[in-house]
């Protein structure tokens, strides 16, 4: 009822197909494969010449090379040497050897020999300068003093006036007196004022520094007393 015996009538036939269309097939992949094959061929041909002149077109004509030195590190200093074994004893003394030549001795000649040093300068003692030599004024005996009765005044004797005056007399170059001042006074100022006066008349030498004369002032008493009779 299903057909199944004209199936087994076409046997033969059906086989020989199947392996017609089974050898096509496998030509027809070859044939696929072969031209992949070709295709992936030319496509890495024209990818590497692509990419060989890209670089080319990418490199530039003139390549620069620039050596870079590498930075030395610094070595630390290397540690010092260990102190020297004090326990080593020194190297033995070998004094030096004492070698005695002989001069050959040479005639004496009476040769006169100079000496740079000379002996010590004694220098005299230096002598301190003489002290000056002064005079005071004195008196002059071709201008001897006058009398001091006449000066004495008439109401000082009537008065019982008496005593000594100071004066000081300033005597110049020429033996005058320039100047007259009471130093110490008797307590009667009519006994003072006839001690300058009298003062003033006075003349004597002037005084005199090392033979020089030169201004002098000099205190001279005076004494007024009244004479009985």
Do not use: C, W
Not at 104 to 113: D, F, K, R, W
Not at 129 to 154: F, L, M, T
Not at 157 to 163: C, I, L, M, S, V
Not at 212 to 220: A, D, E, G, K
């Amino acid at each position: 009822m299903y057909g199944v015996r004209p199936g087994k009538q076409l046997g033969g036939t059906g086989m020989a197909l199947t392996a017609q269309a089974a050898e096509q097939q496998g030509v027809k992949r070859t044939i696929i494969i072969l031209v992949v094959i070709g295709i992936h061929a030319l496509g890495y041909i024209a990818l590497q010449n692509g990419l060989a002149r890209r670089l080319v077109e990418l490199l530039p004509n003139d390549i620069q090379t620039k050596i870079i030195k590498e930075d030395k590190k610094e070595e630390p200093p290397p540690p010092p040497p260990p102190p020297p074994d004090q326990a080593i004893p020194p190297p033995p003394f070998v004094p030096p050897v004492e070698v005695a030549i002989a001069i050959p001795s040479e005639p004496s000649v009476n040769a006169i020999t100079t000496t740079n040093e000379k002996p010590p300068i004694t220098l005299p003692p230096v002598k301190a300068p003489p002290a000056d030599v002064i005079i005071k004024p004195r008196a002059d005996p071709k201008h001897p003093y006058g009398n001091i009765d006449e000066y004495y005044p008439s109401a000082a004797k009537r008065d019982g006036q008496e005593g000594v005056v100071t004066i000081a007399l300033v005597v110049g170059l020429d033996g005058k007196v320039s100047d007259v001042q009471v130093v110490t006074s008797s307590g009667f100022p009519l006994l003072d004022e006839a001690a300058i006066k009298f003062g003033k008349t006075m003349r004597l030498l002037p005084a005199t520094k090392n033979g020089v004369p030169f201004v002098y002032s000099i205190n001279l008493p005076i004494r007024f007393r009244i004479k009985n009779g």
